[in-house]
């Protein structure tokens, strides 16, 4: 919000960035600055190593030139061997039937990873179309991040005793919830944002000036909805795998936990399209049609984590069902 709202004129040899170029180039300089930091940020190797850092100091230049062969051939060793171990334990995982249990479970939850992604997908959009070009689409976004960080260990801590299989489908049903909010009318809105909380949202934390409009309220009430529903399930989608995986397995089953994110990446995917035909730069707009079909998607899950827990769920040791 900050870098579009400065709408700097910078010349670069001819070149003029827009608002939204800049902003990729300011993460671009960050990455840059945290590059050097993470190759610093290492375990330090043992000194029986040959490698060690003290050793590599006292070669010389023409040792230093002999061992870049040797460094580009252990990269090469180590993918190769990193290949055939991921090879064998996808055997092994794809001979036991917890393994699809884990697979389907994971499925489903890539539909509330999709409500997520688009926050940074589709929302800034539709945010800028409906609401302006200098929306503070970020602040509002950030309602989410400041949620989580309350909301995730009180919950936590309340619901430590309670089976994560049964958290998953509560926060889940309670994030498909908080979607349907962006597809009512905006009519309903009105008196709340004419109203103390309202004014207080638009002009203390948003920063606005004059009259706020009912879609600042709602994306309010739709984040912190939808932040208590992630609070109660995205913790324990990590935990259900372990629960599930056969002893000795944990981590193999816990690193599918990925799996959500791509499944998300790729529904997200056609959110383009909701937003060119139902929320389009210019013409008329249907933008509560778009947030309803968020809002179905997202009920996939909790719908199908009921409908096929019998076949998905295992029991989990020393929690209550």
């Known amino acids: ?42 375990r330090g190797n043992q000194a029986t190593n040959e490698s060690t850092a003290a050793g590599r100091l006292t070669q010389t230049p023409l040792q230093l030139e002999r061992s870049a062969p040797t460094f580009f051939s252990d990269i090469g060793e180590t993918i190769r061997k990193s290949a055939i171990d991921t090879a064998q334990l996808f055997r092994r995982l794809i001979g036991q039937s917890g393994f699809y249990r884990i697979l ?24 800028i ?16 991040a400041i949620m989580i960080i309350i909301l995730v260990p009180i919950i936590g801590a309340l619901t430590q005793k309670s089976a994560a299989y049964r958290m998953v489908v509560i926060g889940g ?17 009105v008196p709340v944002a004419n109203s103390l909380i309202g004014q207080s949202l638009g002009h203390s934390y948003l920063g606005l000036q004059g009259s706020i409009h009912p879609y600042y309220v709602m994306t309010a009430l739709y984040l912190i909805v939808f932040s208590v529903g992630e609070a109660f399930y995205s913790p324990r989608v990590y935990e259900y ?52 079909i968020f809002a179905l998607a997202a009920s996939v899950a909790p719908i199908g984590l009921l409908t096929l827990r019998r076949y998905i769920r295992v029991p989990e040791a020393g929690r209550q069902d």
């Open 241 to 292: 795998a372990a629960a599930i995986a056969p002893p000795g397995q944990e981590a193999s089953y816990g690193s599918l936990a990925y799996l959500p994110f791509l499944v998300g990446k790729f529904l997200v995917g056609f959110g383009g399209w909701l937003l060119a035909r139902f929320c389009p730069e210019h013409g008329p707009r249907h933008s509560g049609t778009m947030w309803l």
């Open 104 to 127: 389907v479970f994971f499925l489903l939850i890539g539909f509330l990873k999709a409500i997520f992604l688009q926050m940074d997908y589709v929302f800034p959009k539709f945010g």
């Open 1 to 42: 919000d900050y870098v579009r709202q400065l709408n700097l004129r910078v010349s670069l040899f001819g070149f003029e960035p827009t608002s939204y170029q800049q902003l990729f180039m300011v993460s671009l300089v960050f990455e840059i600055v945290l590059f050097p930091v993470i190759y610093f940020i290492r």
């Open 173 to 189: 049903t309670i994030c498909a919830a908080g979607v349907f909010i962006m597809a009512l009318p905006t009519e309903w809105f």
């Open 129 to 144: 179309r409906e609401l302006g070009l200098y929306a503070p689409v970020g602040k509002l976004a950030n309602i989410n």
